[in-house]
């Protein structure tokens, strides 16, 4: 019984976080981001990313716009931007949200949303036809506890084009994220 306790009371502060709601970090959706998101052309795109910051979100709502604007190279771009940690995916992930714009109910942007899914949508393709960046991806999910279900369907979408190189990739991995890439072989039941 005090196990019990013991367990409830340190797991209670993780998913009391885990249920807060989120604290824009962006003030606006007519913001640096938000432009880049709903960039039009290659050419305002370019010229949009050069007045903006070089954090981990401009870097991946640009590369999944150059994508989706069909700039030539984009596999390339969007493999340089992969997240290098947890905690870029989690501001990644945070960047959808803003305080005032074309906001959601629950204050996330509709063009950053677009962009995050197609940045990862996108990734998931480049990653596919470069499989060396398989061993980096697959340790991206346990980065986030988050997105640990959106990046499990992305790798089970790889795995299911190009399974050899998938399972070789397994094996570069060091333990702790080894589990994870063979459980995400198939998408989880709360994908999609």
């Not at 903006?52 to 969007?78: C, I, Q, T, W």
């Given at each position: 019984?005090?196990?019990?306790?013991?367990?409830?009371?340190?797991?209670?502060?993780?998913?009391?976080?885990?249920?807060?709601?989120?604290?824009?970090?962006?003030?606006?959706?007519?913001?640096?981001l938000?432009?880049?998101?709903?960039?039009?052309?290659?050419?305002?795109?370019?010229?949009?990313?050069?007045?903006?910051?070089?954090?981990?979100?401009?870097?991946?709502v640009?590369?999944?716009?150059?994508?989706?604007?069909?700039?030539?190279?984009?596999?390339?771009?969007?493999?340089q931007?992969?997240?290098?940690?947890?905690?870029?995916m989690?501001?990644?992930?945070?960047a959808?949200?803003?305080k005032?714009?074309?906001?959601?109910?629950?204050?996330?942007d509709?063009?950053?949303?677009?962009a995050?899914?197609?940045?990862y949508?996108?990734?998931?393709?480049?990653?596919a036809?470069?499989?060396?960046?398989l061993?980096?991806?697959?340790?991206?999910?346990?980065?986030?506890?988050?997105?640990?279900?959106?990046?499990?369907?992305?790798?089970?979408?790889i795995?299911?084009?190009?399974?050899?190189?998938y399972?070789k990739?397994?094996?570069?991995?060091?333990?702790?994220?080894r589990?994870?890439?063979?459980?995400?072989?198939?998408?989880?039941?709360?994908?999609?």
């Amino acid at each position: 019984m005090k196990k019990r306790i013991l367990v409830c009371l340190l797991f209670l502060p993780m998913m009391l976080a885990a249920q807060q709601r989120r604290t824009p970090m962006r003030e606006s959706t007519d913001d640096s981001l938000g432009k880049l998101a709903r960039a039009a052309t290659l050419k305002e795109l370019s010229e949009l990313r050069a007045q903006s910051p070089n954090d981990v979100a401009h870097r991946a709502v640009h590369a999944a716009m150059y994508f989706k604007l069909k700039g030539e190279g984009s596999d390339f771009v969007l493999l340089q931007t992969l997240p290098k940690n947890g905690q870029e995916m989690e501001d990644l992930s945070e960047a959808q949200y803003a305080k005032e714009g074309d906001l959601l109910f629950d204050g996330r942007d509709n063009a950053a949303i677009d962009a995050y899914f197609g940045y990862y949508e996108a990734v998931t393709q480049a990653v596919a036809r470069h499989p060396q960046y398989l061993p980096h991806f697959l340790r991206l999910i346990n980065g986030s506890y988050d997105e640990y279900v959106n990046m499990c369907a992305w790798a089970s979408e790889i795995y299911e084009k190009i399974p050899k190189e998938y399972m070789k990739a397994v094996g570069k991995l060091g333990r702790q994220y080894r589990d994870d890439a063979l459980y995400c072989r198939v998408a989880p039941p709360a994908a999609g």
